[in-house]
């Protein structure tokens, strides 16, 4: 069965901290896509990063980065020097044969001025 | 590139009266659209799965006749819940697949049956 586990449930930190959110998945598929999104208080949610199973290259964008790890299953996710506009509950998924996406539980981050 | 937009954001009806959600696509053409419902704190919950052309795929524990999706060209989706009743108050929100197997979402519909 495919899964996605974000154990932190809830994070607070104050600003300018860096944060990090772990995403755990399962698959016995080889070919496979992970994504991160974010959902801010709005509730639309913002497409963050798209990253194909054949890629393990770690990415950044800005104060954003990544971190894809095959080798323990992980795509964990880290915010440098925080800001309040962050706060927001962000989801990890994998996408599951070429259609549904499996969705972890979100964690909700509070950046605190 | 990639917008979704979803329209009403937010309707209050009353129970037993139908509500419709659109969702489109628009800068990009989607073959595949799907519906998710999210409860307050809680993650999105697939509903069903709408293809361009044909009969949408419901997933398990989602009652078609109730819940019903027309995907009648590459842009628009719509979801119809019939006869509203409270416990369908929730916040519903569409994604269209675009490239890359990326799946864009729209801003979501929050539905209040009284």
């Known amino acids: 069965a495919q899964k996605v586990t974000q154990a932190q449930t809830e994070i607070s930190v104050v600003e300018k901290e860096d944060v990090t959110l772990d995403c755990v998945y399962e698959?016995?598929?080889?070919?496979?896509?992970l994504f991160w999104y974010k959902q801010p208080p709005s509730g639309e949610l913002v497409f963050l990063i798209r990253?194909?199973?054949?890629?393990?290259q770690n990415e950044i964008s800005g104060r954003y980065s990544w971190n894809f790890q095959k080798s323990t299953s992980s795509f964990n996710f880290t915010i440098t020097a925080s800001q309040v506009v962050d706060s927001a509950v962000y989801f990890c998924?994998?996408?599951?044969?070429?259609?549904?996406?499996?969705f972890g539980q979100g964690t909700r981050l509070t950046i605190n001025p | 590139g990639a917008v979704v937009s979803q329209h009403p954001s937010r309707v209050i009806c009353k129970s037993g009266t139908s509500v419709k959600i659109e969702c489109r696509s628009l800068?990009?053409?989607?073959?595949?659209m799907f519906w998710y419902r999210q409860f307050p704190k809680q993650s999105l919950m697939l509903m069903a799965t709408?293809?361009?052309?044909?009969?949408?795929?419901?997933e398990q524990g989602v009652e078609k006749d109730k819940f019903l999706i027309n995907h009648a060209s590459l842009t628009l989706s719509t979801l119809t819940v019939t006869s509203a009743h409270p416990e369908d108050s929730s916040f519903y929100i569409c994604?269209?697949?675009?490239?890359?197997?990326?799946?864009?979402f729209g801003p979501g519909t929050r539905l209040l049956v009284l």
């Open positions: 994604s269209a697949r675009g490239p890359k197997e990326t799946q864009y």
């Open positions: 698959t016995r598929d080889t070919t496979y896509y």
């Open positions: 990253r194909n199973s054949f890629d393990e």
């Open positions: 998924a994998l996408l599951q044969g070429a259609q549904k996406l499996v």
């Open positions: 800068d990009f053409q989607a073959t595949t």
């Open positions: 709408s293809n361009e052309g044909s009969k949408a795929t419901y």
